[in-house]
């Protein structure tokens, strides 16, 4: 039985922000979409969005305004090529995200998401504290993190 699950609150866009992430990775999916009963002012609207994201299952819920995201609290991705890193960040900061720094980015509802290659954690690792260092200071130097750039500050070049 899974103990902890995301609980997402948005606005009224709950079932919306779920097809978009159920649509970037493999094997997501929405699992159950419970609505307003008959005779509510939002009868037939989503209520709470049941989804799954690599095998986790996640809930998000139409519970008004009044409940902003901040940094505080944030989805780590992480990507094993560039392409993935391009490709969610392009979706997240889209149609009225934004980028912040160093791999985050907010979508369009204000989540907060950290698009990170793995070899950014591989080279921040190396027994070189030189090439830890180097990594370390060019990325914080970048907003969507580019791993040619990130090897080759390891390197020193």
Not at 2 to 11: C, E, G, K, S, T
Not at 23 to 30: N, Q, R, V
Not at 51 to 60: H, K, N, S, V
Request: charged share 25%.
């Amino acid at each position: 039985m899974q103990r902890i699950v995301p609980f997402l609150w948005f606005d009224d866009q709950a079932e919306e922000a779920a097809e978009l992430y159920v649509s970037l990775f493999p094997d997501a999916h929405i699992d159950h979409v419970q609505r307003w009963p008959d005779g509510t002012p939002d009868a037939g609207r989503a209520l709470v969005v049941e989804f799954t994201l690599f095998g986790q299952p996640w809930r998000a819920m139409n519970g008004g305004p009044g409940h902003p995201y901040t940094d505080a609290a944030s989805f780590q991705v992480d990507c094993d090529t560039q392409e993935e890193v391009d490709r969610l960040w392009s979706a997240f900061t889209g149609d009225g995200g934004r980028e912040i720094a160093c791999g985050w980015c907010a979508d369009r509802w204000g989540i907060v998401w950290q698009v990170t290659p793995v070899r950014l954690s591989e080279l921040l690792a190396d027994p070189d504290s030189g090439r830890a260092s180097r990594t370390m200071i060019a990325m914080q130097g970048m907003i969507k993190l580019d791993i040619a750039a990130l090897e080759a500050a390891a390197d020193g070049r």
